[in-house]
């Protein structure tokens, strides 16, 4: 079991925050909370305090590289166009944001703060869900504890299907249509992990969960998923 990280445990250059546990005990469990495109991680932080965990430390991180002069920021090597309809285009590349998040793991968690792979999770947004995918594609040696990927796939940088699949367990939360998670989306996530679950609201669009229903299935996933001795509270988490 690994002790509460603190600012110190992090380079200096990564913005975050860290969000303690609902208890005095030490964590079991790090969430790893990553904004969409264009977000800060200001507003995870609140979503980390939302969530209210037992013996879970949230950290919200924010994207490493500025969006223009929009004051949003995001996680692409590039800022890329989409030329079917101007706006920006998610899939732009994570060599560096993955390499950031794979030092904040393995360099800051594991090794400083003592944590082992299978504890730690990611829940990731939109381009967010993309680049922690990826991280956990590139480490499929290690199991991660889980991914909850919001309105985003794998990166067209990864692979089609890979031999040796990854272990790490994926959700997949996304709209019922006019989702950027689509039926190809999901079959190059079951080439390249074990265990993926897709789970569509009722509703089109990909969005962060807006009630009860669509909060549901995270928080399942979070009850399997966690190594806690209290459970994952009960009842309805509303989100902004």
């Not at 969409?36 to 995870?44: I, K």
């Not at 989409?82 to 994570?94: C, Q």
């Not at 996530?189 to 009722?202: M, P, S, T």
């Amino acid at each position: 079991m690994g002790r509460l990280p603190t600012a110190a445990d992090f380079p200096a250059n990564v913005v975050l925050t860290i969000v303690p546990p609902r208890d005095s005990d030490p964590p079991t469990n790090v969430l790893i909370l990553l904004h969409g495109l264009g977000d800060q991680h200001s507003s995870f932080t609140k979503l980390g305090q939302q969530l209210n965990l037992p013996e879970t430390v949230c950290i919200a991180v924010q994207a490493p590289h500025g969006l223009l002069d929009l004051g949003g920021f995001h996680w692409g090597d590039d800022i890329v166009f989409d030329s079917s309809d101007g706006g920006l285009d998610a899939d732009a590349g994570f060599k560096q944001s993955t390499a950031m998040l794979k030092g904040l793991v393995e360099d800051d968690l594991i090794t400083k703060c003592r944590y082992r792979a299978r504890e730690i999770l990611f829940l990731g947004f939109g381009q967010g869900a993309m680049v922690a995918l990826n991280l956990a594609r590139i480490a499929a040696d290690a199991e991660l504890g889980g991914i909850i990927g919001i309105g985003g796939g794998l990166p067209s940088e990864a692979p089609a299907a890979q031999v040796n699949k990854c272990k790490t367990p994926v959700i997949i939360c996304a709209g019922s249509s006019e989702s950027t998670v689509t039926s190809s989306s999901e079959d190059k996530l079951k080439h390249n992990f074990e265990h993926v679950e897709c789970k569509r609201y009722r509703r089109p669009g990909d969005h962060m969960p807006k009630d009860r229903d669509e909060m549901l299935p995270i928080m399942q996933f979070l009850a399997r998923r966690l190594r806690s001795t209290k459970g994952i509270p009960k009842g309805s988490v509303e989100l902004a």
